[in-house]
């Protein structure tokens, strides 16, 4: 990460920072996408925060802002896969 840095202090600031930015859990999705209305493709991108809506199957369902991370199209299915974070 910072390999040239030699200072004690800098990096006991640097992991204490670390520590501090990564101490809440966090929640992330995989979820694979189709190119449909009303989510094609071309109208969200990696940054963006999208609204999923899974419906109740058995386990209660899921609906949430989260924000999309990753992904990467899959031209042999024509799908998308995307990582998301709950915002």
């Known amino acids: 990460m910072y ?5 004690q202090s800098t990096l006991d ?5 670390e520590l501090e930015e990564s101490k809440a859990p966090v929640n992330l999705l995989t979820l694979e996408a ?5 989510a094609a ?3 969200y991108d990696v940054g963006d925060s999208i609204q999923v809506k ?7 369902g899921y609906e949430h802002q989260v ?3 990753t992904r990467e199209y899959k031209p042999a299915t024509g799908s998308c896969s995307l990582v998301v ?3």
């Open 41 to 43: 493709f071309s109208e």
């Open 3 to 7: 390999s040239d840095t030699s200072v």
């Open 85 to 87: 974070e709950e915002d």
């Open 34 to 38: 189709v190119d449909l209305a009303p």
């Open 67 to 69: 924000r999309l991370m």
């Open 54 to 60: 899974l419906q109740t199957y058995g386990f209660g």
């Open 13 to 17: 600031e640097t992991a204490a920072n």
